[in-house]
């Protein structure tokens, strides 16, 4: 009992030595929108909801960091997202689904260990006109980057204007070091108004099956005006891009029999490009076009098709920390793609909404 009493002293001090020398950030987004949505279910309904926003969805973090002397830092994030129109908890209702990690940074750059973005994620972050939006019909182009995956070790470093990045997932499979493991690796480059960067990655399920992403990106500054374009590739041997992320629920375009994802991977070509014009300093203006040839849709050979959408989004800041937008999404699928829309083979959305950062 004493010597429980003892390190329980100890664990308090240290921990009070260890606050003083801290510092702890509450932070977060809350953003709501109204949208209506065209061809919502199989009999063409359409629908109009309360929603998370167009761009963001919301979330609320703890982050903080230690000064340990020398340039070095300890630091953490965890991150929950949620929807405020029910409180529900987003990510399979996880407490922290968003991110959630512990870490060193310093002068060698930054080491991260926990649930944290995909490197394909936090490199079309940089280099997507909406940095990568919030409706399925203006972010499904960056499913195929799977977000976010957990146990993972990564390294994030800057030198100049060049930035590198590289990840690994441990699968945590006894006898195996393969199944479910994660592996990527990204480098960008900005020099003055110029920013172009590539990644590739690798996500396998099972021990055989694996599903990879590639790209390169570009971004140019011209005055007010951002440019942007971009190329996605695909290739999927395990279904989950298709099964997870590109098939409508409730569909009345059945999914073909007889697919085998192993076998005949899907395989994506996405380009995209995109600009964003800062009309006055509170109103920003972005337009974005996205195009995928789709071979191999869930699992079949030649069932191939393509999906296009054009997004229009309006912004204006009411302050540094709260937004109002207004938005417009169209997209339109073909052949073997019309899996991706529950009825005719389009959707229109319209949505305004309000978004405020804390």
């Given at each position: 009992m004493?010597?429980?009493?003892?390190?329980?002293?100890?664990?308090?001090?240290?921990?009070?030595?260890?606050?003083?020398?801290?510092?702890?950030?509450?932070?977060?987004?809350?953003?709501?929108?109204?949208?209506?949505?065209?061809?919502s279910n199989a009999a063409d309904d359409g629908l109009v909801e309360l929603t998370n926003g167009a761009i963001t969805n919301s979330r609320w973090g703890i982050k903080g960091s230690e000064a340990l002397g020398?340039?070095?830092?300890?630091?953490?994030?965890?991150?929950?997202?949620?929807?405020?129109?029910?409180?529900?908890?987003?990510?399979?209702?996880?407490?922290?689904g968003r991110q959630?990690?512990?870490?060193?940074?310093?002068?060698?750059?930054?080491?991260?260990?926990?649930?944290?973005?995909?490197?394909?994620?936090?490199?079309?972050?940089?280099?997507?006109?909406?940095?990568?939006?919030?409706?399925t019909n203006n972010?499904?182009?960056?499913?195929?980057?799977?977000?976010?995956?957990n146990n993972v070790v990564s390294y994030d470093g800057k030198f100049g204007g060049l930035n590198v990045g590289a990840s690994y997932g441990f699968g945590e499979t006894a006898g195996s070091v393969r199944?479910?493991?994660?592996?990527?690796?990204?480098?960008?480059?900005?020099?003055?108004?110029?920013?172009?960067?590539?990644?590739?990655q690798e996500i396998r399920v099972g021990a055989d099956a694996k599903q990879q992403m590639w790209g390169v990106a570009g971004k140019y500054t011209a005055?007010?005006?951002?440019?942007?374009?971009?190329?996605i590739g695909g290739k999927d041997e395990t279904g989950v891009i298709d099964t997870g992320y590109m098939n409508a629920a409730n569909s009345r375009n059945p999914i073909p029999v007889g697919g085998d994802a192993l076998a005949n991977p899907r395989e994506?070509?996405?380009?995209?490009?995109?600009?964003?014009?800062?009309?006055?300093?509170?109103?920003?203006?972005?337009?974005?076009f996205y195009y995928d040839d789709i071979d191999n849709k869930n699992g079949v050979a030649g069932n191939d098709g393509k999906r296009y959408t054009g997004v229009l989004l309006a912004?204006?800041?009411?302050?540094?920390?709260?937004q109002v937008y207004g938005t417009v999404d169209y997209n339109k699928v073909t052949d073997g793609a019309r899996t991706e829309m529950p009825g005719k083979s389009n959707q229109t959305g319209v949505a305004v909404g309000i978004r405020h950062i804390f």
């Open positions: 004493k010597k429980s009493a003892m390190i329980l002293a100890a664990g308090t001090l240290l921990a009070g030595s260890a606050y003083a020398q801290s510092s702890v950030t509450l932070y977060g987004i809350v953003d709501q929108s109204i949208r209506y949505q065209t061809n020398n340039n070095l830092k300890a630091i953490f994030q965890l991150e929950n997202g949620f929807d405020p129109d029910t409180g529900r908890a987003n990510q399979n209702n996880s407490l922290f959630a990690y512990v870490g060193l940074t310093g002068d060698f750059g930054t080491i991260k260990l926990g649930r944290q973005y995909t490197e394909g994620f936090n490199l079309f972050g940089e280099f997507d006109p909406l940095t990568i939006g919030n409706y972010a499904w182009p960056h499913f195929l980057t799977q977000l976010r995956n199944t479910n493991q994660y592996w990527g690796a990204r480098a960008s480059y900005a020099y003055g108004n110029f920013g172009i960067g590539g990644v590739f005055g007010a005006a951002k440019l942007f374009l971009g190329y994506d070509m996405i380009l995209y490009t995109g600009v964003t014009y800062q009309l006055t300093p509170a109103l920003a203006l972005t337009g974005a912004e204006y800041a009411l302050s540094k920390r709260t």
